[in-house]
């Protein structure tokens, strides 16, 4: 019997391999390299370095050839793309240096490296340590091969990215602090896969599945909702988010997914989805899989898979809650990038993933991939998820007007064109908007377009198939005597009057008089109302196509209490015309928080000093209380600078210093969050180019 192996010391070469394989940013004293690339790595301890080598690499708690999860090689003279492998690049009298390189589809995660000399007979393996596999986008094997580099940078290595909001009408956005590279992230992204469902009830075959982006995207799309699994983070969409903090506080993932371990994996509260897509795109970057997010302006949640949203009124003008579909002013998604072998390449590119709960798939709160052609084409048969996904951008709307007493409903009109609009996502090294809704549908009301939406109603098995809720052929083709628009008469500012103008066309040769009830809520994003906030009742009488203009002002004192942290409002005017067809007027609107401003005082340079002034100026008659500001952004600052800003009076101008020490050179981003009593998450970035 051979004596056993001493421990052999090693020599990781974080610095080459990290520069190599795209993963110096991660701040970890562990190797980290990508799938389908050759690592170099130095030991001693072998007391003749000729002898024979084998190597174990094996991952997961069960490690078996079989499952591919352990691997067993030698030393080669060729590196292999199949398997793993090992090349010699030197040795010297104690110690050797070698190049190994995994297959492009080897599965992903923390692995132990063993090498056994086999002239020593059988003694137990040297344990060199452990390493870090990724996902390889720069790799031509990968699943996840994408061929364009500056994209790479963007979708795989960017931590700032830009997030769309607000409404059609109204498009805004705000920056977020992804930080897929800080800190501990790595290692709680690993440990949320070891948290799933699927690991929990299966460890070995669940992680003989992570070689495929499609399997962690849908299990990690499941892990990001608390729903289920004790996932990251509680979705709460109430507009009251006590016991937490809103949603619209968050400014970056570290926070959230630092918090999710801390806790003993507790879920966070609270998110909404914009925070579920911004810790999927965080989770998925660091693993190497890229990821973009993405806002689709008027999306459709349709409950019940039939390609409709029915919308409730009743007669004064009330949005009802009586249906589980609706129509979210926006909603924020993912797109990650990989090949669809299950599918065919048609299907490859952009997959739609989608964390935020909404409707069960597979008996639990997770969605996707949905190839994004497959949706453009209609093809909702394929996995996953394509019939929810294609609803989000392309349902039709049907518009009720609903009487408790009777339980009757009448259709007041129906929509094709409202659903899916703007899809926007943030350009590839620019912080600008770029629009994809052309990737998605083809031209909206096209012929081509609309033989998409029968055909996916075909698919679903929609077109034959008696649907008693459905609106009758007539009731489609019912056209009303007047047509209403809300104008909108003056600034969309928090803390400002409201003004609108209702404008009424009678249509007709004849006269006609209408009854307006008019009704305006707060609500939340998913336009879900949370306060009443107004309501009127106007009559008026229109001559033959004569236009009218009814002047309506909603005061800032009416709303101030009222008012969500979203800043939204729905204000809805339902005309009840005289021998006539209801008409529905609605238009949501997103206010504007007051401006921020961020100013660099002087040059940002490495390691050096550098004066910050955040200013805001205070645009309403009453004083400000309990300001804080919030400041964050990736080697600029370590962590969240909290700062208490004293109270603001009226229209006055607050100024607040700090300094900042940059630590790394490049294009750096510091984002800012301002709270107070009156206005919540005011929010602004400014790009930072730190030099030597």
């Known amino acids: 019997m051979g004596q056993a192996a001493t421990q052999p010391s090693t020599n990781w070469h974080l610095k080459e391999n990290g520069r190599d394989h795209h993963t110096s940013k991660f701040s970890s004293k562990e190797l980290i390299v990508r799938r389908g690339q050759a690592f170099t790595v130095t030991f001693n301890g072998t007391r003749q370095p000729e002898q024979n080598l084998t190597f174990i690499a094996e991952t997961g708690p069960k490690p078996s050839k079989l499952a591919k999860t352990q691997a067993t090689f030698g030393i080669s003279s060729t590196m292999s793309t199949e398997s793993w492998s090992a090349i010699l690049q030197s040795t010297s009298s104690n110690s050797v240096s070698i190049s190994i390189s995994s297959p492009p589809n080897a599965v992903i995660g923390r692995y132990k490296l063993s090498v056994q000399t086999t002239s020593s007979g059988s003694s137990s393996p040297g344990i060199l340590g452990t390493f870090v596999l990724l996902f390889n986008p720069w790799s031509s094997g990968d699943d996840v091969f994408m061929p364009n580099k500056a994209e790479c940078e963007e979708y795989v290595l960017e931590e700032f990215g830009i997030i ?43 992680v003989s599945h992570r070689n495929d982006p499609k399997y962690l995207g849908r299990v990690l799309s499941a892990m990001v909702n608390a729903n289920d699994d004790q996932g990251v983070l509680l979705g709460n969409w109430s507009g009251n988010y006590e016991g937490g903090k809103s949603p619209n506080s968050w400014t970056g993932s570290g926070e959230i997914l630092q918090n999710w371990k801390k806790s003993g994996f507790k879920p966070v509260r609270y998110g909404q989805c914009w925070v579920f897509a911004a810790v999927l795109t965080t989770v998925l970057r660091c693993l190497g899989i890229p990821t973009r997010t993405i806002t689709n302006f008027s999306s459709a949640h349709d409950a019940d898979g039939n ?104 259709l007041m009109f129906s929509k094709s064109t409202v659903i899916g609009q703007f899809i926007s996502t943030k ?54 005597d007047i047509s209403g628009r809300f104008k909108v008469a003056g600034p969309l500012e928090v803390g400002k009057d409201l003004s609108l103008i209702l404008v009424l066309e009678n249509l007709q040769s004849d006269t006609k008089t209408v009854h307006v009830n008019m009704t305006a809520w707060s609500t939340v994003y998913t336009r879900r109302p949370v306060h009443e906030i107004r309501k009127d009742s106007i009559s008026a009488t229109l001559s033959p196509k004569e236009e009218i203009q009814l002047p309506i002002k909603i005061l800032y004192t009416e709303y101030q209490q009222q008012l969500t942290t979203d800043n939204t409002i729905q204000v809805t005017a339902l005309c009840h015309v005289e021998g006539g067809i209801q008409v529905l007027v609605q238009r949501d609107i997103t206010l504007d928080n007051p ?64 300094k900042l020490i940059p630590f790394e050179t490049g294009r750096k981003h510091l984002l800012v969050n301002f709270s107070c009593d009156k206005f919540a998450d005011i929010k602004t970035f400014k790009m930072v180019n730190v030099i030597d």
């Not at 897929?180 to 669940?206: E, H, K, V």
């Not at 600008?432 to 083809?442: A, G, L």
């Open 164 to 206: 769309f909001a607000g409404n059609k009408n109204h498009i805004n956005s705000f920056g977020w602090n992804f930080g897929q590279f800080q800190g501990d992230i790595l290692n709680i992204c690993l440990a949320m896969l070891d948290r799933s469902l699927n690991y929990r009830q299966d460890p070995a075959t669940d």
């Open 307 to 410: 390609l409709r949203v029915d919308e409730f009124y009743d007669a004064s003008g009330n949005h009802l809650d009586r249906s589980a579909d609706s129509i979210w002013n926006f909603h924020v998604w993912n797109e990650s990038w990989f090949s669809r072998s299950d599918l065919g390449p048609s299907y490859s590119g952009w997959q739609v993933l989608d964390a935020t709960p909404q409707e069960e798939s597979g008996g639990i709160y997770q969605c996707g991939p949905a190839s994004r052609n497959a949706i453009k084409e209609g093809d909702v048969d394929l996995d996953y998820d394509c019939p929810f996904v294609f609803a989000e951008v392309n349902a039709d709307c049907m518009y009720w007007n609903y009487e408790a007493t009777t339980g009757k409903k009448t």
């Open 427 to 480: 350009a590839v090294g620019r912080d600008d908007r770029v629009d994809i809704t052309i990737d998605y549908k083809y031209e909206e009301g096209s012929t081509k377009e609309r033989d998409i939406f029968k055909k996916a109603r075909k698919k679903l098995g929609l077109e034959d198939k008696f649907d008693p809720t459905a609106p009758t052929p007539q009731e489609i083709d019912q056209k009303p």
């Open 595 to 658: 401006a921020i401003d961020i100013q660099v005082l002087g040059e940002a340079k490495v390691n050096k000093e550098v004066d910050v002034e955040v200013i805001f100026t205070n645009p309403i008659d009453m004083e400000l209380m309990n300001c804080v500001l919030q400041v964050q952004g990736n080697d600029l600052l370590r962590g969240i600078l909290e700062i208490d800003v004293p109270p603001v009076k009226a229209s006055e101008k607050s100024s607040t210093k700090f």
